[in-house]
């Protein structure tokens, strides 16, 4: 049976067919859930501005960071004695402009709502997505929220555990001669 027989089948049987100006109200809410869960979480962390820099950004600059401790952990155990613990590189954060300041605070609030909102807005996401496929295709992809927020959430895990410390050391004490 070809696809589009399928369709009109489907369509017989009780889904009502949207015009596209019915697809972009229905894009449009589920965009506006999206930008409220951004708003909400990025509320949450303009709200706890000492939480967020001293113990979040800024932790990395700290010498009880997790990574720290894990990697001298390792070389203890491994009998390396102190060759895998280090400390950050000390330096000072200066700002050239008058409103820099706030506008740091406004743009790291807003990306960590994105990044903890990031499941409801892949969700909000495959909820627009989902009418448009076949029942096999929603079969076959069960569970692609779960997985891909997962994944997601996993690479700022390791980003910020793994890539910053190293990157964070290598750029504060890189000097010219």
Same mark, same amino acid.
């Given at each position: 049976? %070809? !696809?589009? =027989?399928?369709?009109?089948? &489907? ?20 965009? !506006? ?26 932790? +990395? ?35 050239? =402009? !008058? ?13 960590? $709502? ?16 989902? %009418? $448009? ?21 996993? /690479? ?8 910053? +410390? ?6 504060? /004490?890189?000097?010219? &001669?």
């Amino acid at each position: 049976m %070809p !696809l589009d =027989q399928e369709y009109v089948r &489907e369509n017989t049987q009780g889904e009502k067919e949207m015009s596209f100006f019915d697809h972009v109200a229905e894009l449009r809410m589920h965009i !506006l859930r999206a930008a409220l869960a951004i708003a909400v979480f990025g509320g949450f962390f303009f709200a706890n501005k000492s939480f967020v820099f001293e113990q979040v950004i800024f932790g +990395p600059r700290r010498e009880d960071f997790f990574t720290y401790r894990v990697l001298c952990s390792w070389s203890h155990s491994l009998g390396l004695g102190q060759n895998m613990c280090f400390k950050p590189v000390k330096f000072d954060i200066i700002t050239r =402009q !008058l409103g820099e300041v706030l506008m740091q605070h406004l743009f790291v609030s807003f990306w960590l $709502g994105v990044i903890c909102a990031f499941p409801y807005i892949f969700w909000e996401f495959w909820r627009f997505i989902q %009418p $448009g496929l076949h029942e096999t295709e929603r079969k076959s992809i069960r569970g692609v929220v779960a997985v891909c927020s997962l994944l997601f959430l996993m /690479g700022i895990g390791f980003g910020y555990f793994i890539i910053a +410390p190293f990157s964070i050391n290598f750029l504060a /004490g890189y000097t010219l &001669e």
